[in-house]
């Protein structure tokens, strides 16, 4: 069975137009991942309207092609520009442009596109393994869970995007909420929010939210942006490059742990990934004081623990339908807008869908890396490309990209609305992504909550009673709690009066 | 491991100023990466936010009652009663905000923050860009789109944008931007309508 759906994914990938399809796409999206200002979520959402038109399976490879390329790609001008790509490969500047400086930019990359590769597969193994087990997990959770599921995600996702103030996540995710409250209510068609305008009846569209948030405030940055200058790369070895690489086994490895599990955490993702693995190197390593230096080891954890994060975020899409970063947000959405319905029922209802995406990932990476390692040339070409003059022009594809889910200006309309608010929430320092997430998430937890209680009138007891809801307030409660004054002055003084306690004793 | 430690980003601290494109001051990133913000300097635009934040979580609670009431539902079950727990949690959030941000000030300080940032914002050439990239861009959305075919309305603005981002007084550099608005406006239309036969606006 599971080999008759591999066979059906590669007779996807292998035909002619299939192939060109792909390979075109992962360059694409190394392409949207070099250069700075056109982000991994950019370009997801942009090829999900140009593909609209495209066959279900072909779009699904397709986007899943640009979403590797484009995290793959960040890491080329981060190397030889110190300006991250993407988001995602802000800590593989850290020690590569040192080493671009030192002239090991050439090295740096071919170390990274490997770093990369294996991520990606690794990450794949842990969506293999990981998918199947939470799908039938999710199929025991009832309205209960999923309420408490969407808050979860939205709390988590504040915690650890808001750069130590959760307040501010959280903010940003109940705006977020409140703006997915617009349209027709999921129970009884009530339409809330709408102020007579038919156009926000059927509620606020995702992509045109997500093109806004993600690719406004880049083209509005671009307008005053500078010249860049370009590191120039040296030959390498590569026997040089896999003999790092070799060394480097078990940071692969932890890496792509950390980066799976920040991918699979609801709308944190890539970046963190490949900081936090970035971080774990640093720590572990006998020579810490080399890391932002030009030390390898640094590249070679960044870049695995955030295409490692792919992988990871797809794993929450596909067995619960919440995304595990921004890319995956839009991938979610186009999945919806090709009909795939993703969630716990993923396994029973379509269970070839988990393999499509298995076999287009391990294609795309081997793609990614072929196609990586052999357009140095190119890559300071590209790089070379201004950005006063690009992003406007990206400006005209969002305004198309936002059209063609609908057929409607309105949501290009919106799509400049939301632009202008992802712009404020950027100037005011509140992260993006819980926004996102409430948008996604907040018609679940609506539906979720009020069937909850319409089911037991009205009675709240049940969130008490059932062990995954008690574990999901338990996780809730962590989260929140540390961060109220009362409870951190409460914890200190019992801290205070059990050290007296044991002196006493 | 605390998600709150802070680290530098050395290489942004440590290359030379004339070769890099970072910053110049290093950023504080937590563990996951993220800037910490430094809460100070941003306490009258905390300030700002917190009451904007507090003013539309009370008018949402309002117009969600009104749901309730005309539904005649118990309210657990009527489409107001997720819209008044969301902005119920929003109007606590906003509150600590507010006096998160005292703590860095009072109510005239923050005034006087707010109006100097906003003269200094006026004055920014930088901001003068942005403004009128954004009016170009803005115009183009709620008037052009719609009115005018989709090719001549995106080169209107495309070309508006790019002559006036990169105008350094010459005409030769006016002509190339709009030569490169041309061909980009074509090169879309070609890709997106007949490559692709996405509908264009």
Known sequence: MVWDFIVQALSVVFTPYGFIALTLSVFLGLIFGMLPGLTATMAVALLTGLTYSFD????????????????????????????????????????????????????????????????????????ILFTPLLTSAALKFNSHEMFLLAVFGIVICGNLTSGGRPIKGWISGFIGLLISQVGRDTVGSFARFTFGNMDLTGGISLLPVMIGLFGFPEIVMSFSAAKRELVTTQKYSAREGFAIYRRNWFNVLRSSVLGAVMGA?????????????????????????????????????????????????????LSLAIPGSAPAAVLLAAFWMHGYRPGPLLMTDTPEFLYYIVVFMVVSSFLMWFIASNMSKLTVRILQVDQRILMPAIFVTCVIGAFVVNNRIFDVKLMFIFGMLGVALSYMKY??????????LGNMADEN?????????????????????IFFIVFILALVLPQLAFFRKGLAALRRAMSRNKEGV | MGLTEEFKAPPQASVEPEATNAPTEA??????????????????????????????????????????????????????????????????????????????GRVPAFMARLKDSAVAMTK????????????????????????????????L????????????????????MIVIAALCVAGIVSLFQYAFTVPMP
């Not at chain 1, 936090?276 to 390898?296: D, F, H, R, T, V």
């Not at chain 2, 403004?131 to 861009?137: A, K, P, R, S, W």
């Open chain 2, 124 to 155: 920014s050439s930088q901001v003068h860009r942005a403004i009128v990239g954004l009016v170009i861009f803005g115009f183009y959305v709620f008037f052009l789109l719609g009115r005018l075919p989709f090719w001549l309305g995106s080169f």
């Open chain 1, 449 to 469: 909550l009020r069937r909850a209680l319409i089911l037991n009138n009205g009675s709240i007891a049940p969130f008490f009673t059932r062990p995954i809801s």
């Open chain 2, 157 to 176: 603005a495309l070309g508006a944008v790019l002559v006036f981002v990169r105008y350094d007084g010459t005409l030769k550099t006016a002509i190339k």
């Open chain 1, 265 to 317: 955490i609801p709308g944190v993702g890539e970046d963190t990934g490949g900081w936090l693995s970035y971080w774990a190197q640093k720590k572990s390593s006998k020579n810490p004081e080399m890391y932002g230096k030009g030390c390898i080891d640094g590249v070679v954890s960044s870049e695995t623990g955030n295409n490692a994060a792919v992988g990871g975020a797809i794993i929450p899409v």
């Open chain 2, 27 to 104: 950023e504080a990133r937590d563990a996951m990466g993220f800037e910490v913000a430094d809460d100070s300097k941003i306490a009258h635009l905390d300030f700002l936010t917190a009451l904007i934040l507090i003013g539309v979580s009370i008018a949402v609670i309002i117009t969600s009652i009104g749901y309730w009431q005309r539904q005649k539902l118990p309210f657990y079950e009527s489409a107001g009663f997720m819209p008044i727990l969301i902005s119920g949690g929003l109007l606590i959030m906003a509150v600590r905000l507010l006096r998160e941000s005292m703590k860095h």
């Open chain 1, 56 to 127: 279900g399976p072909l779009a699904v490879m397709v986007l899943i092609g640009v979403y590797i390329g484009s995290i793959s790609g960040g890491c080329q001008s981060a190397i030889l520009l110190n300006i991250p790509g993407t988001p995602a490969s802000a800590a593989t500047a850290v020690d590569g442009f040192p080493l671009a400086r030192q002239g090991k930019g050439g090295l740096a990359i071919f170390v990274a596109n490997i770093s990369s590769f294996s991520g990606t597969l690794l990450s794949v193994l842990y969506l």
């Open chain 1, 431 to 440: 992260p993006s992504a819980p926004f996102l997430l409430g948008v996604i």
